[in-house]
């Protein structure tokens, strides 16, 4: 058993911060997983306290889950990836804090995600869950495509499938468009009976709810629904360009992520969908990797020191 | 002069209660405008106490402006417009106020600005400005078509083409579409250097924001910028449909109202164009003719009553 008087074996801990929940993973020199545990929001930009709170909790959760109650979390080596900490101020906010680790090193979502999947420094990710983006890092060179927000973006993402189906069908409705089969789906998934009452109970949603309209427009154009053949036909496209300018600088590996991923891949063109590879492993898992090797430059500057001193 | 001891001719307050202003007018039994005022939000949506604040405070300027500092509230019949009272539950809170007037008439925003532009119970209107709707009203049969809101309808409207607007600039900073010229316009308006900061200076923006933007596309489309004149095009083209759609129930009059009417008006379709008339007055001014005409139908039922019981 892996305890903490083992010092040459040291223990990693793996955070993947979002803006719903915070997922923990420990692992240990051998990359073997050994515990993993689930907290509350993790995206600084909700609030640094809420964000420090799950990620301590989610680390203890996991320590827990891998039996290690006598393993303080000032022996873990930390890989904290959160969402938000792209925007300079929250990354400096969130790299002051006192942190409870041996070491902690921070990295955004999308890096994390991009190491998870490919195990390498050398990938691309495209993203579409309820916002969409694509990411790719060759050699430390980033590049960052979308992730805008909604509504002003994230095209191709679930919130923006919703959005659309939403707007086809008031429009529908009104009798300037066409009818389609997503009318009366949507008038039952929300409860309503005529425009009127659609449009009370949409007033001033968020993301997520039109996030969870995404699936309707898939069922009605895999069943030969017209509006929703187009709509779903031009949130694919944006992802092909997605995909594309994304390979115009050669990562050695592309995948793409997100929970909308069962439901779109399908839709992709057959060249881009030919170059899709499966993730390797998830997010928190690229969080370990990154502070490995952030760890691995720390040893060698520190031995290069060392030489230039000796 | 016109003063309150004068009987036997009625003085009449026409209101017209938005979401960022409400105006009064006063008016004499010959139609005639004797005074104007203004004041902060009438949209009881935004809060009652807003609203019935908003409404005394501008009929009050109103006489003053009127020179009628002698004529208290309880001496106006009130013709009361506003935006909301659409919403069953908005009108009966309002129906039920303990108003200072002499009688109150309530109409919602559309039905005022339908009399007002026609003078007439059998018109429409076609709204543009933040956002956008169509509105008839023939022998009492009223149609609404559009006014969803934002982001999820309201094509055509200032909101919408500066969301349109918005989101092309971004894709086309990504490399995902062609440049356009709305470009470097829209980085110099919103003060920013680059992609990262549009997205930070736009997130979490109302309607209203957007709304502010449909100028430039309308500038970029006059020089012959192309991704501008598809967006005109779409724009232009949803109006002409609701106005279509309109004119299936053959109104007498048809008009054009709201802040983007200037710039929008000449995109539309000739045909469309053709038909178009200009509103003969103002909605506060419909707010009086309402209240006339609600006035009159009153004094009939009890004509009819007192013949009957004789």
């Not at 979390?73 to 006192?98: D, I, S």
Request: with cysteine.
């Amino acid at each position: 058993m892996f305890t903490s008087s083992d010092n040459n074996k040291a223990l990693f801990l793996g955070i993947d911060g979002g803006g719903s929940k915070c997922k923990a993973i420990v692992m240990n020199e051998k990359n073997e997983v050994l515990g993993t545990g689930i907290a509350g929001p993790g995206n600084p930009l909700h609030g640094f306290e809420q964000a420090t709170t799950s990620i301590v909790a989610s680390a203890k959760l996991a320590l827990t889950d891998a039996g290690l109650t006598n393993v303080s979390l000032n022996e873990l080596v930390a890989g904290v990836g959160l969402a938000g900490v792209n925007l300079p101020v929250q990354f400096e906010k969130m790299q002051a804090w006192q942190h409870p680790f041996k070491q902690m090193f921070l990295a955004h979502d999308l890096l994390i995600a991009c190491l998870g999947a490919h195990h390498n420094n050398n990938g691309a990710v495209i993203i579409s869950g309820t916002g969409s983006c694509g990411f790719s890092c060759i050699d430390e060179q980033e590049v960052l495509i979308g992730g805008h927000g909604f509504p002003q973006g994230d095209k191709g993402s679930g919130a923006w499938f919703g959005l659309q189906a939403t707007k086809q069908v008031l429009l529908s409705l009104d009798g300037i468009v066409a009818p389609s089969s997503m009318n009366d789906i949507l008038l039952k998934q929300l409860d309503c009976t005529n425009t009127t009452s659609i449009v009370e109970a949409i007033a001033g949603k968020k993301a997520t709810f039109y996030a969870q309209l995404a699936n309707l427009v898939f069922d009605a154009a895999e069943q030969g629904d017209l509006v929703a053949l187009d709509i779903v036909t031009e949130g694919a496209e944006y992802i092909n360009n997605l995909a594309r300018t994304l390979l115009i600088k050669q990562p050695a590996r592309i995948s793409m992520l997100g929970g909308l991923t069962p439901r779109l891949k399908s839709w992709l063109n057959e060249d881009i969908q030919a170059q899709l590879s499966e993730p390797l492993s998830p997010p928190e898992v690229g969080s370990v990797l990154y502070a490995r090797s952030q760890l691995a430059k720390q040893k060698t500057k520190q031995k290069t020191k060392q030489e230039q001193s000796a």
